[in-house]
Each structure stands twice: as structure tokens, then as C-alpha cells.
């Protein structure tokens, strides 16, 4: 399955998980004994793909450390530098010249319960070739996520990034929402959009809106939605709830055992 190379963004600042990520990086946030980024990399290795390129940026040294070249978790890492912060298109946008085929994006502070399910969504993107390929979960308010509607085939008819109440009322279904998760499968020519896209609010490039010119263009956009769980480490609220739920069912023993492995291995 190496047709499918993986980018993972990573190098935001995580304002909303001060003070921890003023010193760190968010994504090593610790959950289960691994950084957030090391679930990120999992997941990807479960559906497949074993290239991954990660998008870094300002105070980011400690992540690369931990990830070295991949070797000691299954895979093959990179590094593209991304100077300024402009939002996760514009992070995307870094790799044009770095990648020529389709590709995995998981956000770096961000990863889903249980990983495998990254594997349907390839299936799916493999399978339609649309332009784009997004995991969505159902929510009960669309406020501050990227919203979709899509027809009972799964192609997406319409996206908007936080949707005004006028907005997400003609994206909702059945008084629910379909939320775009931080999991996403593009064919190359999506950098095309990327770049045609205006700049948002802060200055930001969103790569909701680039999907969005995407989709007013005619191009197929498919969304799949997720039967297990989105687990976003964005913020205190929930990293702390997420913590929470994934210490309760936790073998301590196991969890030792991996980890105590890993550390040998990577001491030799």
C-alpha cells in the first residue's frame, strides 16, 4: 500500500494548551505514555502507509527528536518546514513539491479510536478517486467545526468552515451535523485549489474553503463517517476529557511492557 504516502501538520502553536505548549510541542502531549504525535503516526501506519512527511515549523526540535527517521515505529519520516503559521491549508500547501501522488493527512494533535478505521477511508478514496476523501463524525452543534452535507452516496454537495446559524442550518441533518475531523485523503491536484484560496480570518488559509472551491468547480469530494471516535487534543477541555476516558480501560501492565520495549530498542 505504498501508493499512499501521509502528511501530518504539525506545526501550529497550540495557544489553547498553554502554558504546556509554550514550553512543548502540543503534539507531544502524553496520552497512554505516548505523544499525541506517536497515535497520530500509528494511525497511519494502520491504514497502510508507511512515507510520511511532517509539516514542522518554530519550537518544534523536541518533536523531530522523538520521531527521528520513523524507524523505531514502523515507518519512514521527513521534515518540510513551514515558516510562517497560516493555517492548515497553508501547511498542506508546503509539500506540493514533496509529494506527487495521493495522500494521508491527520492532523499532528489529533488521531481516531480505533486507528483502523483510517484504512476505510483510503479504501474509499482508492476506490471513487475523488479529489478529496473526509472522515466526518455526527455532532449536535456545528460551532467551530467544518460542517458538510452529502447525498446518500457519500459525495459531498456542500462544506462550510464554522458556519454561520443561517449556514449550518441548511448543512444540518435531522437537527445534526456532519463535522470534518482532522483525517483527510487528497489527490495531488487539490494543491491547485489550495493556492486559489483567499485568505480567512487572522490571515489564514483553511483548507475547508480550498475543498470548497473544489467542489463549486465541479471536482468529486466523498465523505465517509466515522463508527468510532475523533480524539482531538486541541484543547484543555479535551485532552483532559479524552485522558480521562482512555486511562479507564487502560492495562497498565501492557502499556509498560510496550513502552519499556521500545526504550531498549531505541538504546542499543
Not at 521534515?79 to 506527487?100: P, V
Not at 493527512?105 to 478505521?117: A, C, N, Q, R, W
Not at 479535551?238 to 530498542?265: N, P, Q, W, Y
Amino acid at each position: 500500500m505504498d501508493d499512499i504516502v501521509g502528511l501530518v501538520p504539525a506545526a501550529g502553536g497550540g495557544t489553547r494548551l498553554y502554558p504546556f505548549s509554550k514550553a512543548i510541542p502540543k503534539e507531544m502531549y502524553p496520552i497512554l505514555g505516548k505523544a499525541a504525535i506517536e497515535h497520530c503516526i500509528e494511525t497511519l501506519r494502520e491504514g497502510g502507509v508507511r512515507r510520511i512527511f511532517v509539516v514542522v515549523g518554530h519550537q518544534k526540535g523536541a518533536l523531530m527528536d522523538y520521531l527521528g527517521n520513523g524507524s523505531n515505529f514502523g515507518v519512514t519520516t521527513a521534515y518540510i518546514f513551514q515558516d510562517e503559521r497560516r493555517g492548515i491549508g497553508h501547511a498542506i500547501l508546503q509539500a506540493k513539491t514533496w509529494i506527487d501522488r495521493p495522500f494521508a493527512v491527520l492532523l499532528g494533535d489529533s488521531f481516531i479510536k480505533p486507528k483502523k478505521e483510517i484504512a476505510d477511508i483510503i479504501a474509499l478514496h482508492r476506490r471513487e478517486k475523488p479529489i478529496a476523501s473526509l472522515l466526518v463524525f455526527q455532532v449536535d452543534s456545528p460551532e467551530g467545526y467544518g460542517v458538510v452535507s452529502m447525498d446518500r452516496q457519500g459525495r459531498v454537495a456542500d462544506l462550510v468552515e464554522k458556519p454561520s446559524a443561517a449556514e449550518a442550518k441548511r448543512l444540518a441533518t435531522d437537527g445534526r451535523y456532519l463535522a470534518i475531523t482532522g483525517v483527510y485523503v487528497f489527490d495531488p491536484r487539490i494543491f491547485e485549489y489550495i493556492e486559489k484560496t483567499p485568505p480567512g480570518a487572522n490571515g489564514e488559509i483553511q483548507i475547508t474553503d480550498a475543498i470548497g472551491l473544489a467542489v463549486k468547480a465541479g471536482e468529486k469530494v466523498f465523505a465517509l463517517q466515522l463508527k468510532g471516535r475523533y480524539l482531538d487534543i486541541g484543547k484543555w477541555k479535551t485532552v483532559l476529557s479524552i485522558e480521562k476516558e482512555l486511562a479507564g480501560g487502560m492495562d497498565v501492565e501492557a502499556v509498560v511492557r510496550e513502552r519499556e520495549a521500545l526504550m531498549r530498542r531505541m538504546q542499543e
